[in-house]
């Protein structure tokens, strides 16, 4: 008897655990529903702005912002999670972002990496290790503020046209769909200015009001702007993806277990009984 109670003390407890999975699951897909409204509804305003600069760059265009130069000093901006419970999701980034500051350590003191994290869970990570952080972003990670992030571009923007950092590296989660994203490092700063791919485009069949370059000088910081603040999209998108995945997953191994603990409990219950049987026989004779 003792062990068809602890049976079936086990059996309650993953019922339990089953009902919290569970409603994580049903949580994160709520949010994910929310994050992939934001991003598509992004989608015409970074259309829009792709084809006004493709529109401008028709001809040969060196900014402040788009030239190369030896890397001096560099900034790395990881986004992560505040919260836990989403498989490998926080732990591919901490990884990614350790190799790339390792690589930077072979050229670069540690005084010339500055290191930016959004979310909290990659900031312990690293802060383990014994790296220095410049400044972590915990509040942004699971919340889009546009503001916010404009305003940390525009800082490093400043930086940059100073010659404070020559490189600003981005590693993120992509959002593909539900059960597909892809951990990418992008380059944030120098720009890389889109290419028209249109032909018949020449830059003396414009006139500019103001003057191409004071557009363009508009626009690019625009578009650094937006880059960061699909990239903190992507990765809240694919935080609660990878989250509705992993508590998916666990409410279907619960009802396995689930299964196979009422197997077995049916089976010593059955023996219990066969057992009692067998005595009263026995007793009988």
């Known amino acids: 008897m003792a062990a068809l109670k602890e049976i079936k003390k ?39 702005l792709r084809h006004v600069m493709e529109s401008l760059l028709t001809g040969d265009y060196s900014g402040p912002l788009n030239r190369e130069r030896p890397v001096m ?35 670069l003191s540690d005084e010339h990496i500055f290191i930016y994290t959004i979310g909290r869970k990659v900031y312990d990570n690293i802060r383990k290790t014994g790296i220095t952080i410049t400044k972590n972003f915990e509040s942004m990670a699971g919340k889009a503020d546009y503001n916010t992030i404009a305003a940390f ?36 700063l120098p720009v890389i200015l889109p290419v028209s791919e249109k032909q018949g485009y020449q830059h003396g069949e414009y006139i500019y009001e103001p003057s191409r370059e004071k557009l363009l000088g508009t626009l690019v910081p625009k578009s650094i702007k937006l880059q960061l603040y699909a990239a903190l999209l992507d990765s809240n998108a694919s935080e609660y993806a990878a989250r509705m995945i992993a508590m998916q997953t666990a409410t279907d191994n619960a009802d396995d277990l689930v299964g196979e603990l009422t197997i077995e409990f049916n089976k010593s219950r059955q023996q219990a009984i066969t057992n009692e049987l067998l005595d009263l026989a026995g007793g009988s004779l």
């Open 153 to 188: 571009a525009a800082s490093l923007i400043a930086q940059f046209e100073n010659n404070q950092i020559d490189r600003v590296e981005l590693i993120y989660h992509h959002f593909k769909r539900a059960g597909s994203r892809e951990l990418v490092k992008e380059p944030l």
């Open 10 to 48: 086990r059996i309650n407890s993953i019922k339990s655990i089953r009902k919290t999975t569970s409603a994580m699951k049903m949580v994160s897909s709520a949010k994910l529903h929310k994050a992939e409204s934001m991003i598509y509804n992004m989608l015409p305003y970074s259309e829009a």
């Open 73 to 107: 000093n560099v900034a790395i901006i990881a986004f992560s999670s505040d919260s836990s419970l989403c498989g490998a999701f926080n732990s591919n980034v901490s990884r990614e972002l350790q190799k790339t500051i390792d690589k930077y350590k072979k050229s």
